[in-house]
DNA sequence: CTGTTAGCGCTTTCAC
DNA sequence: GTGAAAGCGCTAACAG
């Protein structure tokens, strides 16, 4: 008889992985039916036999389907992207573990992308999760104020969205997408009220990077809580710093330089305020919030644990994860608009403020 | 003249995102040209003026290259999967940028997989990895000592690579891979010996999980710190709680219950150390340093800010991360076995040990 | 150096 | 219900 050309050599540039040819084949039935009773092709039913016989076979050859393939088949993967600027920073931990957490439940992978703050790198990042034909993406994180750079996220969001990618934004990114709304303004407004309510009147104010969207709107509460009170934020009583610890204990120590006389402080992140803390009490002796009071935002897990506690604006970040992610799946057609989720701040008053010192008048 | 049948359709199910064929015949040159113009195939050289005209088509077309596709063709990803237990742990967190920032410089796509603890989770994961196509894993955060799921764990990984997939831990997983390990042991034995020299003689544990390898390795380091200067650890000066702050609270509260004369605690990691540092000064109203002194293990972030600032084992988990991800693209074959890369712990000294109170002798 | 072509593994019409 | 077959978009032999 004639020889076998290559009996049961799989092919030569395949991994060896297991087929869903070869479950079909040692199941005795077609690819066809093997997909089928895998993965419940659109409404087809297996007969209960064959579907056994599949689901047996796919076992005892440890089949596990190859997720490229099915993409390419199916044109569309169950892959999303989330995009943060720092991973390491709890602020994106909180917003990553909502979007894991609902991820799981709806049996998607997560690609992660970090911009390092570095706007190009965002962009690149981008095309990067096209390339792999991400079913969307989640931007997290706070967006740039830039006009240029915000045009162009826009150009390449929409070219995402026009492959029929879906794109959730946290927070106010200026792109018209889906969004999940942090209130920022209104975290700020509630903080500087509690201030204000204590009796000071001379506030000094670390921002981060003036370029996020994030410390924009931060800002903007801030003036705005101001304002309704008569008063306004002094040019020498805002310091814009790194988003850091290091940022804000160099910023406190610059605020204080100019303003000796502020009895309150306002760090627009925790770990700003953190390093606030330390350079008031430790680099100026200023006893805390017996002197000078102190505010920060986020409430990060560790704030609680600052010395003093410290009193800051937490902002339900896990459930915007979530609630992203539930938008993503979540498939009504774009009939209307876009749709935005409003989540609010809430003030957590700790030990960090208190009553502004009595000769403050 | 006989009409076209569907003139310009691509086709009726795809995408509609713009082909690698119609970059090249937009560039009048065969897919392979365009191809190899694009991704520089194998060695193959492509004419200048042909490789600028397909370059042009594909920015006037936007050409986003189909990862899946790709995939399926070459039968290898570029993505690596990253298995984490908790996303939000700045534990993770700093394993995840060292990890981030290697995968940006060769070029791959992490994949976000968290157990959040969960072993059953642990080895879902790695299926849904395995379905991705994964080139390669890397495990973070600590392996469990059950044997049972260690054994299972290790037929899941053995099977990945079997599929040309390749696996890193960082580590001890208790699996035959290539590893990134952290001196777990060694930075205990540093902290206790911090401790003895200071005087200490009742020195309490506050240990994680128990099933973790991680504090099997710590008390291990522990213990032996102990044995070499003649002293053990009595079964009550040990106590096992969550590894979280709140964990390390109620433990120290135990564990003072039990023996009110100890005079050191060392919480095996910084987040206990942080619950302890409230339960002892707070709770118990017992001074620290002065009464108590407390040191914590990972060194994290905001260690420094903790009050007082707590002496914690610094461990490089940045650079484990990359160092793991640089393993994964080292393609060194497995010429000899498992590849093993040690990276030191470090004492950090800062105010929150100091000599034991000396009516302790 | 360039073009042709046979797959990569899977899904999905379309007949039966 | 089930199977045959036509792709999904791209890469990599293999000829020229």
């Not at 169950?78 to 720092?86: E, F, R, Y």
């Not at 029929?164 to 997408?177: K, N, S």
């Amino acid at each position: 008889m004639a020889p076998d050309p290559a009996p049961r050599k799989p092919s030569d540039r395949s991994t060896g992985a297991v087929t869903l040819q070869q479950v079909a084949t040692r199941a005795g039935v077609s690819i066809a039916t093997a997909s089928r009773a895998l993965h419940g092709g659109h409404g087809r039913v297996v007969n209960e036999e064959l579907r056994s016989r599949v689901l047996a076979a796919a076992a005892e050859l440890s089949y596990v389907s190859n997720a490229p393939a099915q993409a390419l088949a199916r044109s569309r993967t169950s892959v999303v992207g989330l995009l943060v600027h720092d991973v390491a920073d709890p602020y994106f931990g909180a917003i990553a573990t909502g979007v894991m957490r609902a991820a799981a439940e709806f049996d998607l992978m997560v690609m992660l992308a970090a911009s390092f703050r570095e706007p190009q790198l965002e962009l690149d990042y981008l095309v990067r999760l096209r390339t792999q034909r991400a079913r969307a993406i989640v931007l997290a994180g706070s967006g740039f104020t830039d006009q240029a750079f915000t045009a162009r996220l826009g150009e390449s969001l929409a070219g995402f969205a026009e492959d029929g990618g879906r794109v959730v934004c946290v927070g106010d990114h200026g792109v018209d997408t889906d969004t999940v709304n942090l209130d920022n303004r209104d975290g700020a407004e509630q903080a500087v009220a509690h201030l204000w309510a204590l009796g000071h009147r001379r506030i000094g104010v670390i921002a981060g990077p003036l370029g996020l969207v994030t410390v924009r709107d931060r800002l903007d509460g801030v003036r705005r809580a101001l304002q309704r009170r008569g008063a306004e934020l002094p040019a020498d009583c805002l310091v814009e710093a790194d988003f850091t610890r290091a940022g804000g204990h160099a910023a406190a120590l610059a605020l204080f330089a100019r303003r000796p006389d502020l009895t309150a402080v306002f760090a627009l992140n925790d770990g700003m305020a953190a390093g606030a803390l330390a350079a008031l009490q430790e680099g100026l002796g200023r006893s805390v919030p017996g002197e000078v009071s102190v505010v920060g935002f986020d409430d990060l897990p560790y704030s609680a644990d600052l010395h003093p506690s410290l009193t800051t604006v937490r902002l339900p970040l896990r459930r915007a994860g979530q609630r992203a992610l539930e938008l993503i799946v979540d498939e009504r057609p774009q009939r209307g608009a876009r749709r935005i989720v409003e989540l609010e701040a809430d003030l957590t008053v700790r030990a960090s403020t208190g009553p502004a010192p009595a000769h403050s008048g």
